[in-house]
């Protein structure tokens, strides 16, 4: 079975920064697309950033410019560096994986979630 385990979340100032991280652990035979998606008080999860297994990356408008998703592939984790946070940045951010077995049926993965809290 495949785990993915979300950490760094916490409480911060507007304009202050967190680093997330995710770590896939289990019988994993190739990982494709990685991302973060977040879901605030009354809203629907909504995509933050994604990054291939070749690093390209896609973000959303509202993150642009303030956050940064980087991937280590050997260690199976990914990272989001948040900047510049802001109060509507408040959610329960989601960590997702899209795994190939070894047959080439691909499965979609969710971590537990970390809420990040930006509040003075």
């Known amino acids: 079975q495949v785990q993915l385990v979300e950490s760094g979340g916490g409480l911060v100032q507007p304009g202050g920064s967190l680093r997330l991280s995710c770590a896939a652990s289990?019988?994993?035979?190739?990982?494709?697309?990685m991302g973060w998606y977040r879901q605030g008080p009354g809203k629907q999860r909504e995509l933050v950033a994604t990054?291939?297994?070749?690093?390209?990356?896609n973000y959303a408008d509202s993150v642009k410019g303030r956050f940064n998703i980087s991937r280590d592939n050997a260690k199976n984790m990914i990272y989001l560096q948040m900047n510049k946070l802001k109060p509507e940045d408040t959610a329960v951010y989601y960590c997702?994986?899209?795994?190939?077995?070894?047959?080439?049926?691909?499965?979609?993965?969710w971590g537990q979630g970390t809420q990040v809290t930006v509040s003075s």
């Open positions: 289990g019988i994993i035979f190739r990982i494709n697309t």
């Open positions: 990054i291939t297994s070749a690093g390209s990356t």
């Open positions: 997702n994986a899209q795994l190939v077995n070894y047959y080439g049926i691909s499965s979609n993965y």
